[in-house]
Antibody, heavy 116, light 108 residues
Framework: QVQLLESGPGLVKPSETLSLTCSVS????????WGWIRQPAGKGLEWIGR???????NYTPSLESRVILSEDTSKNQLSLRLTSVTAADTAIYYC??????????WGQGILVTISS | EIVLTQSPATLSLSPGERATLSCRAS??????LAWYQQKPGQAPRLLIF???HRAAGTPARFSGSGSGTDFTLTISSLEPEDFAVYYC??????????FGGGTKLEFK
């Protein structure tokens, strides 16, 4: 079955760049759309963006100037980079498979804390 | 950006009771709305898509209805494993995709 696994540093310093990887197994990333969603502790879900069709991307307006989504088809991996992070970027970050612009398969999520 | 408002914020019920959760959109989303269930320490799980279609593995006690700006998730008879947080999410033909703030379904 399709499985997603996020990885990356759990602690990032303010003003630095957050970089996460999502490893996908059981499906080729070339065949689907993929999304990233985040969730601050105890709060709701925020859509970050999506990547599809060989690297096309859409981002939520509030993060568009700081976020880049990319893919590595040779490794079947997705990546998220978020620059100039602040404490407000502390959250659990999820990658997910997109199904009709909903999210039908999710990774377990990774907690990223922004702190010096 | 379309804003989704969920109510109530918390719903206190007992197993066997019927649960009715609401999601209201700031603008029409047609039937492009999904419901997710999230348990503590877990990722969300897709339950309902396109307002009324159950996702694979969703029990029949879960049903969705609505169109335009007003949507409802109904759980006909609560099981102990249904106590969780529920989110709605809309997809119109332009980003951003947005989620509601959630309804916590708790034991009474």
């Amino acid at each position: 079955q399709v499985q997603l696994l996020e990885s990356g540093p759990g602690l990032v310093k303010p003003s630095e760049t957050l970089s996460l990887t999502c490893s996908v197994s059981g499906a080729s990333i070339s065949h689907f759309y993929w999304g990233w969603i985040r969730q601050p502790a105890g709060k709701g879900l925020e859509w970050i963006g999506r990547i599809y069709a060989g690297g096309k991307t859409n981002y939520t307006p509030s993060l568009e100037s700081r976020v880049i989504l990319s893919e590595d088809t040779s490794k079947n991996q997705l990546s998220l980079r978020l620059t100039s992070v602040t404490a407000a970027d502390t959250a659990i970050y999820y990658c997910a498979r997109v199904f009709r612009d909903y999210f039908d398969i999710w990774g377990q999520g990774i907690l990223v804390t922004i702190s010096s | 950006e379309i804003v989704l408002t969920q109510s109530p914020a918390t719903l206190s019920l007992s197993p066997g009771e019927r649960a009715t959760l609401s999601c209201r959109a700031s603008h029409s989303v047609s039937t492009y709305l999904a419901w997710y269930q999230q348990k503590p320490g877990q990722a969300p799980r897709l339950l309902i898509f396109d307002a009324s279609h159950r996702a694979a593995g969703t029990p029949a006690r879960f049903s969705g209805s609505g169109s335009g700006t007003d949507f409802t998730l109904t759980i006909s008879s609560l099981e102990p494993e249904d106590f969780a947080v529920y989110y709605c999410q809309q997809r119109t033909n332009r980003p951003p995709l947005t989620f509601g703030g959630g309804t916590k379904l708790e034991f009474k």
